[in-house]
């Protein structure tokens, strides 16, 4: 099962504009990330947010999170053609003795036009 | 090498056949995970190790799947008896030691069962 729902699913915009994605989630976590995936492509990391952190940037991106709401948002400032991609939120529970795996959203889907 | 190697990239194979899927890890990493992800969605944990020790195996879909990893390293995937349903695109990622780190995929293997 997943437990995060990334929102929009879709997402098109003019290059040159910010993007927003947001990402509920159920359980308490320890972390959340950001992924992005190309067409064809693996996934790549993009930020990691933990538990005890309301914000965090790298580069173009910022990141937030909510744990009161169980809700985080990845914010893509000056979008370029190369962002166009699919965007995964991914939340990390540790159980006793080691990482355990993250659950996937189902993703956003974005579309920068030129 | 630089980073998991996946293998094989694409499959083909025909129902009631198995198949193993190879992954690679980063040289270093601890934990390795596998994920399958269905078109359109978001990765689907199937299980993880921390070295050999297989820690985690609640998202396998059922006994037709099975991983190993007993050298501490490089990891198979069996599928036995596959189905169509089984048809995915499989991901391995690895991580470093530790809790609270990002997980660094593989660029997959594209199974398809006919």
């Known amino acids: 099962s997943q437990q995060g729902e990334e929102d929009p699913q879709a997402l098109s915009i003019q290059e040159g504009e910010n993007a927003t994605m947001n990402c509920s989630y159920k359980t308490s976590i320890n972390n959340l990330q950001w992924y992005r995936q190309n067409s064809g492509r693996g996934l790549v990391h993009l930020i990691l947010?933990?538990?005890?952190?309301r914000e965090k940037h790298s580069g173009r991106l910022r990141v937030t999170l909510d744990t009161s709401k169980k809700s985080s948002s990845l914010l893509i400032t000056a979008s370029r053609a190369a962002d166009t991609a699919s965007y995964f939120c991914?939340?990390?529970?540790?159980?006793?003795?080691?990482?355990?795996?993250?659950?996937f959203g189902k993703g956003t889907h974005l579309i920068i036009q030129p | 090498g630089a980073g998991v190697s996946q293998s094989p990239r694409y499959k083909v194979t025909k129902r009631g056949q198995d198949v193993a899927l190879r992954c690679d890890p980063i040289?270093?990493?601890?934990?390795l995970y596998w994920y399958r992800q269905a078109l359109g969605q978001g990765p689907e944990f199937l299980t993880y190790?921390?070295?050999?020790?297989?820690?985690?195996k609640s998202g396998l879909p059922n006994d037709r799947f099975s991983a190993e990893r007993p050298e501490g390293s490089i990891s198979t995937l069996t599928i036995q008896r596959t189905e169509q349903r089984d048809s995915a695109m499989y991901r391995c990622?690895?991580?470093?030691?530790?809790?609270?780190?990002?997980?660094?995929f593989g660029q997959g293997t594209r199974l398809t069962v006919v």
């Open positions: 947010i933990r538990s005890n952190e």
């Open positions: 190790f921390n070295y050999e020790a297989q820690q985690d």
């Open positions: 040289s270093g990493h601890v934990s």
């Open positions: 991914a939340t990390a529970v540790y159980g006793g003795g080691g990482a355990d795996g993250l659950t």
């Open positions: 990622a690895s991580s470093p030691p530790g809790q609270g780190w990002e997980a660094f």
